[in-house]
Each structure stands twice: as structure tokens, then as C-alpha cells.
């Protein structure tokens, strides 16, 4: 009797310290779709799976989702059979993967906590080995019940914490994250924070890379933002950015906050601008919906008839052009890198506001509102 007591509780503290690791894990992920949706796309990359790199911001937010409600249905003992399997394989998949990536397969950060908590894969596979067998001792606790025998309760709880998880992803991949854990978050001082960076961080050699095909020979070449070439000849068809790093680098340091354009480097003039600085962030300016675009012209108007200043940032080449169309109207240009964009705003377009170079305000296209 006092063997079975001690197996109830030990489960049970098994239970609850898997229920609140798989509920933090989930919901800083879940909160910020486009981090995890980056995080996939490089383990893709390192797998060889770039083909399923499409799917990589859908199945983020039900991964995210699916871990967010896992770690509630554990917590509050709803049909605690079946979720004990999901959890006891998902941390045999975790701990096998962490694994790979601490030694064959290296990178940077395994991504388990987002950007809230940064463990090292071998600090993360660490992590994995305690859990896992905290899984298995859940599992066994609870083996003896039915699977999928859901009583009204229990069922109306899933559906709950699964339309909550996956309309809170969701929520965030259309608006920004609740949360903000990167460092060009509201209230930073971006070039004040670079200087402190620039102090007590590493400078990893990283360096942002054009790939342009040559219109009329098909031949690929590859070039640094500083070289005048591929801004000046018409010969070239923009393919790609690339970000490459000796250390394998998933997000720029804000150190390495940098705007360029055919005149030269741009950063420390606009970052020092007094007053107030709207930042427009275009990904791609084929694809920005009708409506953004609408969005984008109305604050630049009001905006210019306040005295205000209004930029565009975008990491798509600007052929030597030091200027942009947004709607019908003329705005100065920067290119910045892809990755750096993706940091400072995670949306494809979007608006930065500083106010004497503090980040008063962030938007996604969506919430911009004149």
C-alpha cells in the first residue's frame, strides 16, 4: 500500500513539472509563430526537407499549438491516458533530435523555449533526458486507463484548449506576438543597445549575401550589399538573400543593425533622427496585398503633412534606386537584411515608429491605422 502511495505521487509530480514545461515551451512558441516558423524552415534546411518549407509557418502554429494544449491537458487531467502517449513520444522525438543537433547536426539554439529562454542543444538534450523519463513514469501511472473514453467534460475541456491554442497562434501569425522577447522590442533604444551589445557580446563574422542570375546567360553570381554592380547593371535578376555566418547564426545580434542603400550606409544618420521616424518593412513589394498597400499611402500622407519622416525598409534589391513607390507616393528606401527585418518585425510588411530613436510602436499591415 505505502509502494502504491509513493508511485501516485511521484506521478504526479512527474505529471505536474511536464504539464508547466510543455505549457512555457508552448506558449512563448505559440505566441510567436514567425520565430518558430524560422526555426523550422533551418531544421529543414539541415535535414535536407527544404521542399517542406511551405508548410513551415501552418505546422508551426499546430505544433506550437498542439504542445500548448498538451501541457493544459496534462495539468488538469483530461484523458490523461491518451495524452500520456502523446507526451512520452514527443519527448523520445525531442530527445532523439536535440541529440542530433548537439553533435552530427549542429545549431546555435534547439528553439524549445523561443526566444524567452536560449538553451545550447547540449543544455537542451540535458533538459530532454530528465523529462523523458518523467513521461514514461506518467505513462505507466495511467496505463490502465481507457484512451479515448471522454466523458462530456473531458471532451468540452479538449475542444477548449485546442480552439484556445490554435486561435492564439493564429491570432499572433495575423497581428504580432503578446509578447515580445526579441531585442528590438517597444521601448528599446536601438542604437544605444547596439553599443551596448557591440561591448560584451561576440562579433561573429556575418555577412548578407545577394544571389543574382544574369538575364542573359542564366549564370548565377553572388554579391555583398556594398558592391555597386548588381545596383547599377540591368543585366541582373535578383534570386535570393542569403545571411551567412561562421557560427551558424538563427537570429543577427542587434549589434548588426544595418541600413544600406546605393549611397552608403545609412544606419547611424537615420537611428540618430530627431523626433519621430516611421519605418515601413516590405518584404517583397510584388506581393503586398491591395489593402496594406492602401494602409501604407494613407500614413504616408498624413505622416508628410504632420513633418514627420517616412522610410522603407526591405531586404529586396534596389538596383542603385534611392527611393520607392508605396501607393502613388515617393519614400526613401534602405535595404536591410532579411533575417534582421524578420528580428525587428515579425510580419512580412509592417511599421517600426521611433521616437528619437526609441521604438515607440510596432504593427503588423493589418493594425496600421493612420
Wanted: net charge negative; charged share 20%; aromatic share 12%.
Amino acid at each position: 500500500m505505502r509502494n502504491k502511495r509513493i508511485i501516485k505521487l511521484l506521478a504526479h509530480v512527474c505529471r505536474t513539472i511536464l504539464a508547466l514545461t510543455f505549457l512555457l515551451s508552448g506558449f512563448v512558441k505559440t505566441i510567436d509563430p514567425w520565430g518558430t516558423a524560422l526555426k523550422v524552415n533551418e531544421y529543414l534546411t539541415i535535414y535536407g526537407w527544404d521542399a517542406l518549407k511551405p508548410a513551415a509557418m501552418g505546422f508551426s502554429i499546430w505544433l506550437c499549438g498542439a504542445e500548448l494544449m498538451m501541457g493544459a491537458m496534462l495539468l488538469f487531467k483530461v484523458r490523461i491516458r491518451l495524452v500520456s502517449i502523446f507526451a512520452l513520444l514527443s519527448m523520445i522525438i525531442f530527445t532523439v533530435i536535440t541529440f542530433l543537433s548537439a553533435t552530427v547536426l549542429p545549431v546555435e539554439d534547439c528553439g524549445c523555449f523561443g526566444d524567452a529562454l536560449k538553451l545550447t542543444p547540449w543544455q537542451t538534450f540535458v533538459k530532454n533526458l530528465i523529462a523523458l523519463p518523467m513521461a514514461f513514469i506518467v505513462w505507466w501511472r495511467y496505463r490502465p486507463d481507457r484512451i479515448f473514453q471522454f466523458n462530456r467534460l473531458e471532451f468540452a475541456l479538449m475542444c477548449l484548449f485546442f480552439g484556445s491554442s490554435m486561435g492564439l497562434g493564429y491570432y499572433c501569425y495575423r497581428h504580432l506576438p503578446l509578447i515580445d522577447f526579441l531585442p528590438y522590442r517597444v521601448g528599446v533604444h536601438i542604437q544605444q543597445a547596439m553599443s551596448e551589445a557591440a561591448e560584451v557580446e561576440p562579433t561573429d563574422e556575418e555577412e548578407t549575401l545577394l544571389v543574382f542570375r544574369n538575364v542573359t546567360d542564366g549564370s548565377m553570381r553572388t554579391f555583398t550589399l556594398e558592391d555597386p554592380e548588381w545596383q547599377q547593371n540591368d543585366q541582373w535578376e535578383w534570386v535570393e538573400t542569403q545571411s551567412v555566418s561562421s557560427t551558424n547564426v538563427v537570429r543577427p545580434l542587434i549589434s548588426e543593425f544595418a541600413l544600406h542603400n546605393a549611397d552608403g550606409d545609412a544606419t547611424q544618420e537615420l537611428l540618430s533622427h530627431p523626433g519621430r521616424l516611421y519605418m515601413l518593412c516590405v518584404t517583397t513589394f510584388s506581393q503586398i496585398p491591395q489593402e496594406c498597400s492602401a494602409r501604407m499611402k494613407a500614413l504616408v500622407e498624413q505622416a508628410t503633412a504632420q513633418g514627420d519622416r517616412v522610410i522603407c525598409l526591405t531586404p529586396e534589391p534596389l538596383y542603385g534606386e534611392t527611393t520607392c513607390w508605396i501607393g502613388d507616393q515617393r519614400v526613401a528606401c534602405y535595404n536591410i537584411d532579411a533575417s534582421t527585418m524578420k528580428t525587428l518585425l515579425r510580419a512580412d510588411n509592417g511599421l517600426v515608429v521611433l521616437q528619437d530613436g526609441v521604438i515607440e510602436a510596432k504593427y503588423n499591415c493589418l493594425d496600421i491605422k493612420p
